[in-house]
Nanobody
Framework: VQLQASGGGLVQAGGSLRLSCAASGRTFSNYVMAWFRQAPGKEREFVAGINWSSISTYYADSVKGRFTISRHNADYTLYLQMDSLQPEDTAIYYC????????????????WGQGTLVTVSS
């Protein structure tokens, strides 16, 4: 499956952004989807995940209550709604596709998008 992330940009602290990830190729609904992020000089970290049918979502503690992951299987699209953004949310955000439910480690995901940059100014 090919993934294309978009929607990043520059926003002030307290603002919102919505990221999208367009999938193509294999059947989107067969995959567990997730967002990861990587800040300069830091390791890639898990942000949020969603299982096949959207019933189950799970989040990193650092974004719980502020970010919402969702998917629209018919459109082959994954979303990340980010509210109350803070400077520490500044990073390149990647979407990823895998097979195992509740996955949160980068090596559990087989396919990756190219990343979209989110910059939050204070």
């Amino acid at each position: 499956v090919q993934l294309q992330a978009s929607g990043g940009g520059l926003v002030q602290a307290g603002g919102s952004l919505r990221l999208s990830c367009a999938a193509s190729g294999r059947t989107f609904s067969n995959y567990v989807m997730a967002w990861f992020r990587q800040a300069p000089g830091k390791e890639r970290e898990f942000v949020a995940g969603i299982n096949w049918s959207s019933i189950s979502t799970y989040y990193a503690d650092s974004v719980k209550g502020r970010f919402t992951i969702s998917r629209h299987n018919a459109d082959y699209t994954l979303y990340l709604q980010m509210d109350s953004l803070q400077p520490e949310d500044t990073a390149i955000y990647y979407c990823a596709a895998g097979r195992s439910p509740y996955s949160s480690r980068w090596f559990q995901f087989d396919y990756w998008g190219q990343g979209t940059l989110v910059t939050v100014s204070s």
